[in-house]
């Protein structure tokens, strides 16, 4: 009876995909384009790891915190991939509440007791993101990958961050969505603006209105000035607008959770 | 739900430094200086919820006037730029329609469940420049405790009710059938049934020797004043009030309070100052001096106890006493959707999506560490409560369109998946989520034991 349920509910939830691409060409080329973005972000990512663990041998807390947020930076602009084909290594190094490695757990150090006794988690950190590094040039790139990542991406920045989210304790949540939003911009317009030109141009239309509105939307002085219903409000109308455009796209639905497909 | 605290005493700190310093950055992206007061709790015992009894539902079903009520007292669109930001409603300091005992925000609040109506954070100009909150109290029964406010300033509810939305809380001009809504709404409510009490207010059934007696001293005239007793302001056959301010030496003229399910409404008096039925008697007594004994005090707790008592106060927090709440608001959307009416959309749209995603943070999901286990389950709930969100977006977009008919077709979908599908997937991430204890309980002192890192000495 209960799995019966529960089957129904993730048959109806599939019935909504779409079928077969259309354009898997162009969708492919344009997947690849994305590349170059991802190395450089991560790659920015990695160097701001390794500037931490500089910094912090160093016992400089100042500078360690610098660096920090620059390899936090890196890191959320390449969201829109690390969610969506590297679901595990995203857990792991962003991990929180108690998280005893990543990104949270020396925020926690560096912001909170402002300690520079960092050294084991930001090893850890540059370990994680130089192999990351090294995997990107030969790692497949699919159209379908990117797109599950951007639509679960535009979901979470409509989530309230008004108690400073998860990066409570540096208070960068705002930086954090900025950059959510840069990436998913790149990627939407990189990947599949102009197929989705082709075949259905209002709807092109609204997802880069929706984007630009976001934008508009965190382009404020603070967290606390961002209007958080419209921020929620915008943040849904954009994923509505993709799961549309996957369907145009000859994509699959785009499911809102990281998981096997 | 889940941060409500931790998101409005973060908020307050952030609105407070505005509202005193201009443009001042408060939540500074340098991450240096975004403070919480060490106060800040983070809603630990929240499982427990206050139960909401409705005149209508003993014979019925609740109108649509009434659901729609309930749907804007829970919007924090109504109440204006801070309020909306900030996420607070009328549900968030009267739970449920009750009392909320632990709301604290710093710098409007003197002790948890106290508010300063007239405190800088919502409206600068209705800041009288003191902090002088007062206890925020429960509205069960409230159509019968006219005059409204603790001074008793308002005769009509609905005008008490205006008064908050638009000079309290600086709130946009509610429409005349928004504030008819959250009038039908609270008159709805009613007390908690308490079977001791029998007609006209008298202990019936199963009473105590020193019940009886604490009712009898209930009833005795004072000895200094043989005009005057408990009874005669709180009367027993209109509720256990008279519908009068009184000055009992507390600070000025103030109403005097239902003792209907006063067990519940702690902190006592007008600023909360007491916390339990012993501390109000040794004021009465010292205060009118009565003379009473050790034992007269017992009789009096007694009996303010028994009178005060309600059936099943709180009821448990889990996925389906929210999704009975969503379902409720829902109603609203099956007359409004045909209506096109695009006002009432929009807030339905938007109260319950918040509400969703907030159940949705219920069931952790990977990155965080205080769970394992389950992991299929909550990726499932998850998704299927995102989805209930995005489903209800393409309603407010279609009725925004004029599309009434795709939006219809979304509300059935809707329905049919929160008919049976969403309530068996919640069911079975439900060990894996906030709501079982010991998930709770690892995932708050996992969240208190960061946020206390930001107090260690520097």
Redesign the interface.
């Known amino acids: 009876m ?1 799995r019966m ?2 089957a ?3 048959a ?2 599939a019935a909504m995909a779409g079928a077969r691409p259309a354009n898997a060409g162009a969708l492919e080329e344009g997947a690849e384009r994305y590349r170059p973005y991802l190395i450089e972000g991560v790659g920015s990512a990695l160097a701001g790891a390794r500037a931490l663990q500089e910094r912090a041998a160093a016992a400089d807390l100042p500078g360690a ?1 610098k660096a920090w ?1 620059s390899a936090r930076a890196g890191w959320e602009r390449s969201e829109v991939f690390t969610a969506g084909f590297v ?1 595990e290594l ?2 792991q190094i ?7 490695s990543g990104f ?1 757990a020396i925020e ?2 560096l ?4 300690s520079t006794d960092v050294a084991a988690d930001a090893a850890a950190l540059v370990d994680h993101l130089n192999d990351l590094h090294g995997k990107l040039r030969d790692i497949r790139l699919t159209s379908q990958g990117l797109l599950d990542g951007t639509v679960r991406l535009a ?1 979470e920045v ?3 961050k ?3 989210g ?1 990066s ?5 949540s ?2 954090d969505m900025r950059n959510n939003i840069a990436g998913i911009d790149f990627a939407y317009h990189t990947i599949f603006s102009s197929a989705l030109n082709t075949v259905d141009g209002k709807l092109d239309e609204m997802v880069s209105n929706r984007i630009e509105r976001l934008q508009a939307i965190v382009a404020t ?4 000035h961002v ?3 419209d921020l ?2 915008t943040s ?2 954009l ?2 607008a993709l ?1 549309g455009a996957s369907a145009k796209l000859g994509l699959q639905r785009p ?5 096997a497909r | 739900m889940n941060s409500l605290r931790l998101r409005l005493t973060a908020l307050a700190c952030g609105a407070m430094a505005v509202a005193l310093l201009g443009r001042a950055v408060a939540f500074p992206v340098d991450g240096n200086k975004t403070v919480l007061p060490a106060t800040t709790e983070l809603n630990e015992d929240a499982l427990d919820k206050p139960r909401e009894v409705f005149r209508s539902e003993i014979t019925g079903s609740k109108s649509y006037l009434v659901n729609l009520g309930d749907l804007a007292f829970n919007s924090p669109g109504l109440l204006g730029e801070v309020a909306r930001q900030a996420g607070v409603s009328c549900g968030t300091c009267h739970v449920n329609g009750a009392n909320n005992a632990k709301f604290f925000m710093p710098k409007m609040s003197s002790r948890p469940g106290t508010f300063d109506t007239t405190g800088p954070l919502f409206n600068p100009k209705a800041d009288n420049l003191v902090l002088d909150p007062v206890r925020i109290p429960s509205l069960r029964g409230a159509r019968y405790l006219a005059p409204y406010g603790a001074d008793g300033r308002f005769a009509s509810l609905r005008d008490f009710v205006h008064n908050v939305i638009t000079n309290e809380f600086a709130g946009p001009e509610p429409s005349p059938a928004t504030l008819d809504a959250i009038v039908a709404y609270i008159q709805d409510i009613d007390f908690l049934p308490n079977q001791d009490l029998g007609p006209g207010g008298r202990l019936v059934g199963k009473i105590s020797e020193s019940e009886r007696r604490g009712e009898a001293l209930f009833a005795k005239p004072f000895p200094h004043d043989a005009a005057m007793s408990c009874a005669g302001c709180h009367v027993p056959s209109s509720g256990f009030v008279d519908h009068q301010q009184h000055d009992v030496g507390s600070g000025g003229l103030f109403k005097t309070p239902t003792l209907r399910n006063a067990d519940f409404n702690a902190p006592y008096f007008h600023d909360g100052r007491f916390d339990n039925f012993k501390q109000v008697i040794d004021y009465f007594d010292r205060t009118f001096e009565l003379g009473l004994s050790a034992q007269d005090k017992l009789d009096l707790v007694a009996y303010l106890t028994a009178v005060g008592d309600g059936a099943q106060p709180y009821e448990r927090d889990g996925a389906s006493a929210t999704l009975k709440e969503i379902n409720d608001f829902s109603t609203v959307l099956a007359t409004a959707i045909p209506a096109g009416d695009k006002d009432i959309v929009a807030l339905a749209v938007d109260t319950i999506g918040r509400e969703l995603r907030e159940l949705t943070e219920q069931y952790p999901d990977r990155k965080n560490t205080s769970v394992s286990g389950g992991e299929q389950q909550r990726v499932v709930a998850r998704n299927s409560l995102k989805e209930l969100v995005l489903t209800l977006r393409r309603i407010d977009m279609a009725v925004a369109a004029g599309r009434n008919a795709d939006a219809a077709t979304e509300f059935r979908n809707y329905r049919y998946l929160m008919a049976a599908a969403v309530p068996a997937v919640l069911a079975s991430a439900e060990p894996w989520s906030l709501f079982n204890q010991d998930v709770h309980d690892q995932h708050y002192a996992a969240l208190r034991q960061v946020m206390q890192s930001k107090h260690l000495p520097h």
């Open positions: 209960h349920r529960v129904a509910c993730l109806l939830l915190k947020l679901p995203d857990a962003d991990a929180w509440p108690n998280a005893d949270h926690a150090k912001f909170g007791a402002g979901y409509g989530e309230s008004a108690d400073g998860e409570r304790i540096s208070g960068t705002l930086d002085p603070d967290l606390p209007d958080i219903a929620r409000r849904e109308e994923v509505v799961q499911t809102l959770e990281a998981q």
